[in-house]
C-alpha cells in the first residue's frame, strides 16, 4: 500500500505539472491508449473468447462513466491543489457503500450511515461552500467522485462474473473508444515531452493498481486501508515543495475524517464478514 500511495501521488504530480497543456480529453485518451497497450496480453485472450450482450452492456456503461470521471479529473487536476484533488478523491468508496445500498440492495445499518455522515463532514471542511469561493474544479473533482463510484459499483458486478484482469483490460479499451470522438474534436498537436509524461502516467496508474491488488491479497483491509492516508500527507508535500501550494490544514483534516470513516467501515465489514463464516458452536459438522 506504500508502493501504491506513491504510484497514485506520482500520477497526480505528473497530471498536475503538465498544467492543461493538453485538453483533458485528450489527454485521458492518450493515457487509456498506453494503457490498453500494457494489457494486450490480457485483453486478447478475453476478446478472442468473446462475451455476452449484458455483459457488453455493462462495459458499455461503466467505459462511459470512466470516460466522463476520468475527463473531470484532468480537469480539476489543471484547476485545483493536488491536496484538494486527492481529498475529494476519499469520497470514492464512500459514493461505493451508498450505491450498494441503493442498486444492490446491501444494508445500511446505524453505524455506516454515521460513517458516512462522518465521511460527508470531511468533504465539506475540505470544500467549505459559503466560506471560500469554489472552484469548478472542486465541483469536477466532486463529479468525479461520485463517477467513479458507479464505475467501481459496476466493477464489483463484473467480477463475479468474468476475471478481474479482463475487467480492467476491458475498462482500459472501451475508454479509449469512448475517448476517441471527444479527442478528435479538441485535438491539439502534443509533443514528445507531452506524450513521454502521459505514458509515465499510465505506468504509474497500471502499477498502482497491481501493487494495490496485492496488498489486499496480503493483508485484510482494516489494516490497508488506513495506509491511504499518507497519499493525503504526500500529496500536500508535493503541492508545497514543487508546485508552491499553500498548506491547508482544512484539507488535511477533512481528508483524516473521511479516512477514518473510510477504515471504520471496512472493519465493520470485516467483522461481519467473520461472524457469517464462523459457524456457531452447536454447528453440526460434517
Request: net charge positive; charged share 10%; aromatic share 10%.
Amino acid at each position: 500500500m506504500l508502493l501504491t500511495g506513491f504510484c497514485f501521488v506520482a500520477v497526480n504530480t505528473i497530471v498536475r505539472g503538465l498544467e492543461g497543456a493538453l485538453p483533458a480529453p485528450q489527454a485521458a485518451f492518450i493515457r487509456f491508449v498506453y494503457g490498453t497497450a500494457f494489457l494486450l496480453p490480457a485483453l486478447l485472450p478475453a476478446l478472442r473468447q468473446g462475451f455476452s450482450a449484458s455483459l457488453w452492456r455493462l462495459f458499455a456503461l461503466r467505459g462511459l462513466l470512466h470516460v466522463l470521471a476520468v475527463i473531470a479529473w484532468f480537469y480539476a487536476m489543471a484547476r485545483i491543489t493536488v491536496a484538494e484533488v486527492t481529498a475529494i478523491g476519499f469520497l470514492n468508496p464512500i459514493m461505493v457503500t451508498v450505491g450498494a445500498a441503493l442498486f444492490l440492495g446491501e444494508k445500511l445499518a446505524i453505524r455506516r450511515i454515521a460513517a458516512i455522515g462522518v465521511a460527508l463532514l470531511g468533504a465539506v471542511i475540505v470544500l467549505r461552500p459559503g466560506i471560500r469561493e469554489l472552484d469548478p474544479g472542486h465541483l469536477s473533482q466532486l463529479g468525479a467522485a461520485v463517477m467513479f463510484g458507479g464505475s467501481y459499483l459496476l466493477a464489483k458486478r463484473l467480477t463475479d462474473m468474468i476475471s478481474p484482469v479482463a475487467v480492467v483490460a476491458m475498462l482500459s479499451l472501451t475508454c479509449m473508444i469512448g475517448l476517441i470522438p471527444l479527442t478528435i474534436i479538441v485535438w491539439v498537436p502534443p509533443t514528445f515531452g507531452q506524450l513521454g509524461w502521459l505514458g509515465l502516467v499510465a505506468l504509474f496508474g497500471t502499477c498502482g493498481h497491481y501493487t494495490m491488488t496485492r496488498a489486499f491479497a496480503a493483508a485484510p483491509m482494516t489494516v490497508t486501508q488506513p495506509v491511504t492516508f499518507l497519499q493525503l500527507i504526500w500529496a500536500s508535500m508535493v503541492g508545497v515543495f514543487i508546485f508552491h501550494e499553500p498548506l491547508d490544514e482544512w484539507v488535511i483534516l477533512g481528508g483524516g475524517l473521511m479516512i477514518g470513516a473510510i477504515t471504520y467501515i471496512t472493519w465493520r465489514e470485516a467483522r461481519i464478514r467473520a461472524r457469517t463464516k464462523t459457524p456457531p458452536v452447536n454447528a453440526t459438522k460434517g
